[in-house]
């Protein structure tokens, strides 16, 4: 059983910035890769940036490339989501996921979900 604990959100101004964190309960963190989603009211869930067991792979949607940076610290069972240049529609709860066997952008891949923080961006 994986246990995920997100937080960083909160309220930031648009062209700001946030870093998420997750930390897992898990002894054997380095065996899954990791990822972050998000919703906005209304809208299905989104895939935002995974991260492989190592962390020498990552992957972003297009809405977030070049603004966003997922890194991992293995040595303390922790995912990082950096966000730059926040936009008002970036506006969402967060999620981080993780996933024993699998690295990419399929949410029903991901086996263990937490509960989410909130990001609201004002323009």
């Known amino acids: 059983q994986v246990q995920l604990v997100e937080s960083g959100g909160g309220l930031v101004q648009a062209g700001g910035s946030l870093r998420l964190s997750c930390a897992a309960s898990?002894?054997?963190?380095?065996?899954?890769?990791m990822g972050w989603f998000r919703q906005a009211p209304g809208k299905e869930r989104e895939f935002v940036a995974c991260?492989?067991?190592?962390?020498?792979?990552?992957y972003y949607a297009d809405s977030v490339k070049g603004r966003f940076t997922i890194s991992r610290d293995n040595a303390k069972n922790t995912v990082y989501l950096q966000m730059n240049s926040l936009k008002a529609e970036d506006t969402a709860v967060y999620y981080c996921?993780?996933?024993?066997?699998?690295?990419?952008?399929?949410?029903?891949?991901?086996?263990?979900w937490g509960q989410g923080t909130q990001v609201t961006v004002s323009s």
């Open positions: 898990v002894r054997t963190f380095s065996r899954y890769a």
């Open positions: 996921a993780a996933a024993p066997g699998y690295y990419g952008n399929n949410w029903s891949q991901y086996e263990y």
């Open positions: 991260i492989d067991w190592s962390g020498g792979s990552t």
